[in-house]
T-cell receptor
Framework: DAEITQSPRHKITETGRQVTLACHQT?????MFWYRQDLGHGLRLIHY???????NKGEVSDGYSVSRSNTEDLPLTLESAASSQTSVYFC??????????FGPGTRLTVL | AQSVTQLDSQVPVFEEAPVELRCNYS??????LFWYVQYPNQGLQLLLK??????LVKGINGFEAEFNKSQTSFHLRKPSVHISDTAEYFC????????????FGKGTMLLVSP
């Protein structure tokens, strides 16, 4: 079965460190998305990609970057982690009907 | 730009009672509409979607939703809920292009008690 995996599932880091969250999909979808979920804010889009070498900024992209070198992977990098980036991060893929399929999430704590 | 409003942040119901979770959207173009469910400590799972055709859409776990274009609504219903339906439910909208992002509502927590 096709799936999306995220790693690590839990991460604790310190302020100022660079952190990379991995997302790998076997759906063979061109569209991939990163969201963060916080109480009171719902899901907010960070970055997204419509194919290899394509990346776009979402609603809350400051302090985050992505790169897309193949169809399967869209890693999310926090350049210099801040306490405000403590959150749960979800990766998703999308098909041609805009339907999105979500990974299990990564819980990130920045101390 | 689109927006989604989920009118209730929390809906408490008793087991076997019917439930309706409300969702209204605004958009200047045709849309696709989605409902997702999120169980504790899990990712979002697609419940159902409206792309075109019949305005009554049936999904998994006995849920259904009705697209009402004049009311710009896409309310989710279930005739009889179970304890296991306790979860957060998100309504979302896209611009039906195949290259659209989803705009999500803030979610409704459905709390089912015995």
């Amino acid at each position: 079965d096709a799936e999306i995996t995220q790693s690590p599932r839990h991460k604790i880091t310190e302020t100022g460190r660079q952190v990379t969250l991995a997302c790998h999909q076997t759906w063979n979808h061109n569209n991939m998305f990163w969201y963060r979920q916080d109480l009171g804010h719902g899901l907010r889009l960070i970055h997204y990609s419509y194919g290899v070498q394509d990346t776009n900024k979402g609603e809350v992209s400051d302090g985050y970057s992505v790169s897309r070198s193949n169809t399967e992977d869209l890693p999310l990098t926090l350049e210099s982690a801040a306490s405000s980036q403590t959150s749960v991060y979800f990766c998703a893929t999308g098909d041609s009907s805009d339907t999105q399929y979500f990974g299990p999430g990564t819980r990130l704590t920045v101390l | 730009a689109q927006s989604v409003t989920q009118l209730d942040s929390q809906v408490p119901v008793f087991e076997e009672a019917p439930v309706e979770l409300r969702c209204n959207y605004s958009s200047s173009v045709s849309v696709y509409l989605f409902w997702y469910v999120q169980y504790p400590n899990q990712g979002l799972q697609l419940l159902l979607k409206y792309l075109s055709g019949s305005t009554l859409v049936k999904g998994i776990n006995g849920f259904e939703a009705e697209f009402n274009k004049s009311q710009t609504s896409f309310h989710l219903r279930k005739p009889s809920v179970h304890i296991s339906d306790t979860a957060e439910y998100f309504c979302a909208v896209s611009m039906n292009s195949g290259y659209s992002t989803l705009t999500f509502g803030k979610g409704t927590m459905l709390l089912v008690s015995p």
